[in-house]
């Protein structure tokens, strides 16, 4: 019985875990009036592919096609200087990785 019943616990606690991270990883998806600002301040470099690319374009929803978006696998000439993906560009400046919606507003002033 004793045993039955630690597996049971694990199974439960592990559950709970899981539904917490899954819970915590769905970031609400931005505006259509910050997206629209942020795209008119920065460019998203991309490459098919690249899941951390999924994860940050997610986060515009339905509002990611205001944002200029180049995917460096369709467009290699354009992504000379890009060595990670994704990238933005903003002001002349480089920021390599996912950024969270309140980083990109606070880099492009759209707050």
């Given at each position: 019985?004793?045993?039955?019943?630690?597996?049971t616990f694990v199974i439960i606690i592990a559950?709970?875990?899981?539904?917490?991270?899954?819970?915590?990883?769905?970031?609400?998806?931005?505006?259509?009036?910050?997206?629209?600002?942020?795209?008119?301040?920065?460019?998203?470099?991309?490459?098919?592919?690249?899941?951390?690319?999924?994860?940050?374009?997610?986060?515009?929803?339905?509002?990611?096609?205001?944002?200029?978006?180049?995917d460096c696998f369709y467009e290699r000439d354009?992504?000379?200087?890009?060595?990670?993906?994704?990238?933005?560009?903003?002001?002349?400046?480089?920021?390599?990785?996912?950024?969270?919606?309140?980083?990109?507003?606070?880099?492009?002033?759209?707050?």
């Open positions: 019985m004793k045993k039955n019943n630690l597996i559950i709970i875990i899981f539904a917490f991270f899954a819970i915590n990883k769905s970031s609400p998806e931005t505006t259509e009036e910050i997206a629209k600002c942020i795209g008119e301040n920065s460019v998203l470099y991309t490459q098919l592919g690249c899941s951390h690319c999924e994860e940050q374009e997610e986060m515009f929803g339905d509002h990611l096609q205001y944002l200029n978006v180049i354009k992504c000379d200087e890009i060595i990670a993906t994704p990238t933005w560009i903003i002001d002349g400046e480089k920021y390599e990785g996912v950024q969270t919606i309140e980083k990109l507003q606070e880099l492009t002033g759209c707050e």
